[in-house]
């Protein structure tokens, strides 16, 4: 008889450079892996005469099969949508989804996580929230911490704890590719418009700004910052009191589509036009970007593939208790798309 190797399915996984639910999809002759990549796997397999361990696969019976998922604003249509994608992910894998809402109240999620963790959820994904903050309230870094020794923890943040695994966009490239557009196009004059001090999203967003300001040698009174927040009726009254001064810019980049709904509010009340005398581009690139007249440019979330990794970083983490430790963050790339809001002074 072939005697089982010492090999686990961290081993196969880290040299075959895919995951461990990828290993464990072509060891249970499951569909969804190429052709290339089952051979090379089964390559492994049967080099090291892979066995799971009986008593790990045993535990599986005990399972929910639940997955909680904790949204700061399902009103939001970048939250919105990213929860849509890992409920489809989830259910196709048999999985259910309980989700709750926390109107961005700290209190309300952590009540909320403490919740899911009664309920035996197997994992817990956190969409925006306080994970997502550059500095973490200590009460809720000792809340997430305690319940992800027992239940594993996915945020979009940058979470430093046992247990956690973050995906996340690079927030600083998205910025990098906006800005050579335009300065490609012949802007000279910028505004960088919403979002809130202490959000990772924003201020990541915020130092590349200044990086590629300087990089250009746009001067400061020529590359303005006003951080208004998330709000369109606040979003409005910063831009119209912006437009009212000497010197206007050139192009407005806006932290999300629902502060460019009130910036474009204001532009057009202004009685100026996108974008022959104002362009306007933003992140997100939901449904809204593509509605809205002129038609947005954006750098915005790969929502497919976001969700994906969001629930299958979950369930790798479900079914290998030290996932974590092989994808601690994962960084999905973001996607840009030209449409109709950007003058060229070429």
Same mark, same amino acid.
């Given at each position: 008889?072939? &005697?089982?190797?010492?090999?686990?399915?961290?081993?196969?996984?880290?040299?075959?450079?895919?995951?461990?639910?990828? /290993?464990?999809?072509?060891?249970?002759?499951?569909?969804?892996?190429?052709?290339?990549?089952?051979?090379?796997?089964?390559?492994?397999?049967?080099?090291?005469?892979?066995?799971?361990?009986?008593?790990?696969?045993?535990?599986?019976?005990?399972?929910?099969?639940?997955?909680?998922?904790?949204? @700061?604003?399902?009103?939001?249509? %970048?939250?919105?949508?990213?929860?849509?994608?890992?409920?489809?992910?989830?259910?196709?894998?048999?999985? +259910?989804?309980? @989700?709750?809402?926390?109107?961005?109240?700290?209190? =309300?999620?952590?009540?909320?996580?403490?919740? +899911?963790?009664e309920?035996?959820?197997?994992?817990? =994904? +956190?969409?925006?929230g306080? @994970?997502?903050?550059?500095?973490?309230?200590?009460?809720?870094?000792?809340?997430?911490?305690?319940?992800?020794?027992?239940?594993?923890?996915?945020?979009?943040?940058?979470?430093?704890?046992?247990?956690?695994?973050?995906?996340?966009?690079?927030?600083?490239?998205?910025?990098?590719?906006?800005?050579?557009? +335009? =300065?490609?196009?012949?802007?000279?004059?910028?505004? %960088?418009? $919403?979002?809130?001090?202490?959000?990772?999203?924003?201020?990541?967003?915020?130092e590349?700004? @200044?990086?590629?300001?300087?990089?250009?040698?746009?001067?400061?009174?020529?590359?303005?910052?006003?951080?208004? $927040?998330?709000?369109?009726? #606040?979003?409005?009254?910063?831009?119209?009191?912006?437009? #009212?001064?000497?010197?206007?810019? *050139?192009?407005?980049?806006?932290?999300?589509?629902i /502060?460019?709904?009130g910036?474009?509010?204001?532009? &057009?009340?202004?009685?100026?036009?996108?974008?022959?005398?104002i362009?306007?581009?933003?992140?997100?690139?939901?449904?809204?970007?593509?509605?809205?007249?002129?038609?947005? *440019?954006?750098?915005?979330?790969?929502?497919?593939?976001?969700?994906?990794?969001?629930?299958? *970083?979950?369930?790798?983490?479900?079914?290998?208790?030290?996932?974590?430790?092989?994808?601690?963050?994962?960084?999905?790339e973001?996607?840009?798309?030209? #449409?109709?809001?950007?003058?060229?002074?070429?």
């Open positions: 008889m072939t &005697k089982k190797s010492n090999a686990t399915i961290y081993d196969i996984a880290r040299e075959a450079n895919v995951s461990p639910s990828m /290993v464990s999809r072509v060891y249970n002759q499951k569909p969804g892996v190429s052709r290339a990549k089952r051979e090379l796997i089964e390559g492994l397999l049967e080099k090291y005469n892979y066995v799971p361990d009986e008593f790990a696969r045993s535990l599986k019976k005990q399972r929910t099969k639940c997955i909680g998922i904790i949204v @700061s604003d399902v009103c939001n249509p %970048f939250f919105a949508r990213i929860l849509y994608g890992c409920n489809q992910i989830a259910e196709k894998n048999g999985y +259910l989804v309980f @989700s709750y809402e926390t109107h961005d109240v700290p209190e =309300i999620e952590m009540k909320f996580l403490n919740l +899911l963790a309920q035996k959820m197997e994992a817990i =994904i +956190l969409l925006g306080e @994970s997502g903050w550059v500095r973490i309230d200590e009460e809720y870094y000792n809340c997430v911490k305690r319940i992800a020794k027992s239940t594993p923890v996915i945020t979009m943040g940058c979470m430093e704890c046992e247990n956690v695994c973050n995906v996340i966009t690079d927030e600083g490239r998205a910025m990098r590719t906006l800005i050579e557009y +335009l =300065i490609g196009l012949g802007h000279k004059n910028f505004l %960088f418009l $919403g979002g809130l001090l202490n959000s990772r999203s924003y201020e990541d967003k915020a590349q700004f @200044s990086v590629m300001m300087r990089r250009y040698g746009i001067p400061e009174e020529k590359s303005m910052i006003n951080t208004c $927040g998330y709000e369109k009726e #606040r979003a409005y009254q910063e831009m119209r009191r912006i437009l #009212r001064e000497e010197e206007r810019p *050139t192009a407005v980049i806006v932290v999300n589509e /502060v460019a709904i910036a474009i509010r204001a532009i &057009k009340e202004m009685h100026l036009n996108i974008p022959e005398d362009s306007i581009v933003c992140f997100d690139n939901s449904f809204i970007s593509e509605s809205i007249t002129p038609r947005l *440019t954006t750098v915005g979330c790969n929502y497919e593939k976001f969700a994906q990794r969001l629930t299958y *970083t979950a369930l790798d983490a479900i079914n290998e208790p030290d996932y974590y430790l092989i994808k601690k963050t994962e960084i999905i973001s996607v840009f798309v030209i #449409r109709d809001s950007v003058k060229s002074y070429n």
